[in-house]
T-cell receptor, first 118, second 112 residues
Framework: AQSVTQPDIHITVSEGASLELRCNYSYGATPYLFWYVQSPGQGLQLLLKYFSGDTLVQGIKGFEAEFKRSQSSFNLRKPSVHWSDAAEYFCAVGDSGSSGGGADGLTFGKGTHLIIQP | DAGVIQSPRHEVTEMGQEVTLRCKPISGHNSLFWYRQTMMRGLELLIYFNNNVPIDDSGMPEDRFSAKMPNASFSTLKIQPSEPRDSAVYFC??????????FGDGTRLSIL
């Protein structure tokens, strides 16, 4: 069975500083990987996805993530955070047998709560 | 384009009552998913449909939960009878054309 681990429950970063959120997955083949962001009272918004090809993927809002097969990781990064980035971030894995990773259910990590200090 | 639309946004009811959550997927999407979010268990997949057909309902907690998708533009998740431990945020998501899932804003359910 596939699983996702986000080892950091909370992370506090100063505004303007760089950010890295960790994600490790367990999956038998090359998975489809996703990062979603959730603001309070809102649904999940897709930041970026990895299906295949270039292991460094760019997303919205200045985020990027790097797929490292040897480490089973898909860490999210941003060079300079803004106060509006404060939110809950979820890493998810989907079945690579599905079309685009969208046709099967996703397995989510428990999330990382990002706090931005002024 | 309108996103995934869920109703109601909030529901408060007493235990034992029937609860019906509704979802309208994005037009043209052929996959629909129901997830539940709690503090203890995080986001869990309950059930999903492809082309209106239920594919995997192994995440449905027990027989009190049921889901239907009578057509491509509507789905319901029903809990009967409801219990306090069913209190959670329930999300609906849809996808199509090989694209990732898009989520609704969720229904916050409180069972007293």
């Amino acid at each position: 069975a596939q699983s996702v681990t986000q080892p950091d429950i909370h992370i506090t970063v100063s505004e303007g500083a760089s950010l890295e959120l960790r994600c490790n997955y367990s999956y038998g083949a090359t998975p489809y990987l996703f990062w979603y962001v959730q603001s309070p009272g809102q649904g999940l918004q897709l930041l970026l996805k990895y299906f295949s090809g270039d292991t460094l993927v760019q997303g919205i809002k200045g985020f990027e993530a790097e797929f490292k097969r040897s480490q089973s990781s898909f860490n999210l990064r941003k060079p300079s955070v803004h106060w509006s980035d404060a939110a809950e971030y979820f890493c998810a894995v989907g079945d690579s047998g599905s079309s685009g990773g969208g046709a099967d259910g996703l397995t989510f990590g428990k999330g990382t709560h990002l706090i931005i200090q002024p | 384009d309108a996103g995934v639309i869920q109703s109601p946004r909030h529901e408060v009811t007493e235990m034992g009552q029937e609860v019906t959550l509704r979802c309208k997927p994005i037009s043209g999407h052929n996959s629909l998913f129901w997830y539940r979010q709690t503090m203890m268990r995080g986001l869990e997949l309950l059930i999903y449909f492809n082309n209106n057909v239920p594919i995997d309902d192994s995440g449905m907690p027990e027989d009190r939960f049921s889901a239907k998708m009578p057509n491509a533009s509507f789905s319901t998740l029903k809990i009967q009878p409801s219990e306090p431990r069913d209190s959670a945020v329930y999300f609906c998501a849809s996808s199509g054309g090989g694209q990732p899932q898009h989520f609704g804003d969720g229904t916050r359910l409180s069972i007293l």
